[in-house]
């Protein structure tokens, strides 16, 4: 399996980190893998996605609904033209509850682990994560209205 912070790990074992920062890696790149893993299944081979043994995760199960309930997708019709089902809703709502618990995960991960990771291995001088941030929502600057009168014509 390969590691999501491959680079991470290598540079710690070759600046001699000791057995507790190793497993601190460890536990981090569980963490962030447990979280990927609940939004996109993983790779099992290069192909399309029905070709998958593994059960579909998150992420396809929400574009499937949408191509279910919007103009269609792939192989799916669609039923644009029709307002989403009683079972269609009940997935909807599920899929989304689901979805809720991702992103806590995810905050999790960003707000508790990475940091800690990361105030650990500054403590010792070593690499630390570098993270990103969600950009903010542009502000809404009102744009003044031209008098009508100025425009040739």
């Known amino acids: 399996m390969a590691r999501l ?5 290598e540079w710690l074992k070759a600046g ?6 190793l ?4 536990q981090l790149e569980n963490n962030a893998r447990t979280v990927e893993n609940r939004l996109l299944q993983p790779t099992l081979a290069e192909a399309d996605e029905k070709s998958f043994r593994g059960p579909l995760e998150l992420y396809l199960k929400l574009l499937w609904l949408q191509a279910e309930v919007g ?5 799916v019709s669609g039923s644009a033209d029709f307002a989403p089902t009683r079972a ?7 899929l989304s509850g689901q979805l809720g618990q991702v992103r806590r995960g995810f905050e999790e991960l960003y707000a508790t682990s990475i940091p800690a990771f990361n105030e650990s291995m500054r403590a010792k001088g070593l690499l630390q994560l570098m993270t990103v941030q969600e950009p903010e ?3 809404s600057e009102a744009v003044p209205e031209e008098d009508d009168e100025d425009w040739p014509g």
Not at 5 to 9: E, H
Not at 16 to 21: F, L, Q
Not at 71 to 75: E, I, P, R, S, T
């Open 88 to 94: 269609e809703l009940d997935v909807y709502d599920l």
């Open 5 to 9: 912070l491959p680079a991470d790990y």
């Open 23 to 26: 497993a601190a890696l460890d």
């Open 71 to 75: 103009a269609g997708g792939a192989d």
């Open 137 to 139: 929502e542009p502000r």
């Open 16 to 21: 001699k980190a000791d057995a507790a920062d």
